[in-house]
């Protein structure tokens, strides 16, 4: 089936997944079918009393390299799993270097959930329709995925401040767009490459994750922010000699 959006999938076993898209229609405004699809694509609700499920492991992955993400509602830095990821490590550089993420805009806040980011059209608020569903890799070429499971990183799974590569339902099909884990991003199954985990700032990220949203057609909770908030730049960390 066809579908408007640019969208990740949720597996059978676990309910939830992602989606490169967080445009401004409502879910009344789509198919039947599609509207079943939303549905079953939306974050995991909460459950009172009920606390969030501990990760897997602790996250031993290596940090290779870090980059410093600085946005209109704070800077936080992200070390590189350049051992675990490397070639979507190598693909976030290479853009990077390029400025390719400078002036975007958190496109997706899901609270609780994920942050969204990595689509060069945010920068146009004419094209704000297609906002989530563009993006390209450094060189231009597919980027497959990198999911072994015996890596630290897989093996930790999803955990808070876990930063991962955004994908369509088809492999490799990663570009620009990437995701910061929230609290419940620990349902995700293992299907979206793990390159890196927020080392710094996390408070930034947890604030940006709280933002209010004009509702989407995920829910009410799971949108583009109303308020811009904008990554000024992301360059690699130079330490203070």
Same mark, same amino acid.
């Given at each position: 089936?066809? /579908? &408007?959006?640019?969208?990740? #999938? ?35 609700? &909460? ?10 492991? $602790? ?7 870090? %980059?410093? *993400? ?6 936080? +830095? ?6 675990? $990821? ?6 976030? *550089? ?5 400025? #390719? ?5 958190? /496109? ?8 969204? $980011? ?11 329709? +297609? ?6 890799? $450094? ?14 990183? !897989?093996?930790?799974? #999803? ?27 620990? %349902?995700?199954? /293992?299907? #979206? +490459? ?5 080392? !710094? ?11 209010? %949203? ?24 130079? &330490?203070?000699?």
């Amino acid at each position: 089936m066809k /579908h &408007p959006m640019n969208y990740l #999938y949720r597996s059978a076993i676990v309910a939830v997944a992602m989606v490169l898209c967080a445009c401004g229609e409502t879910t009344n405004d789509l198919p039947t079918d599609e509207r079943r699809v939303l549905r079953e694509m939306s974050a995991p609700e &909460p459950v009172p009393g009920q606390a969030v499920r501990a990760a897997d492991s $602790a996250d031993t992955a290596v940090v290779t390299q870090a %980059v410093v *993400v600085r946005t209109s509602k704070g800077d936080f +830095t992200i070390g590189l799993y350049g051992q675990d $990821a490397p070639k979507t490590v190598a693909n976030f *550089v290479g853009l990077i270097k390029r400025k #390719y993420y400078d002036g975007i805009l958190v /496109h997706r806040v899901a609270r609780d959930f994920v942050i969204q $980011a990595g689509d060069p059209k945010t920068r146009d608020a004419s094209a704000r329709a +297609t906002w989530g569903m563009n993006g390209q890799t $450094a060189d231009g070429a597919p980027l497959p995925e990198e999911l072994d499971p015996a890596m630290p990183s !897989a093996r930790a799974g #999803y955990q808070p401040g876990v930063v991962a590569m955004a994908r369509k339902q088809a492999p490799s099909t990663g570009t620009s767009q990437f995701f910061v884990c929230l609290d419940r991003a620990t %349902v995700l199954p /293992h299907q #979206y +490459t793990i390159f890196g985990r927020v080392i !710094a700032g996390f408070d930034v990220v947890r604030s940006i994750g709280s933002v209010e %949203v004009e509702p989407g057609p995920l829910s009410d909770t799971d949108g583009i922010p109303r308020e811009p908030i904008t990554i000024k730049s992301i360059r690699l960390f130079q &330490p203070t000699p």
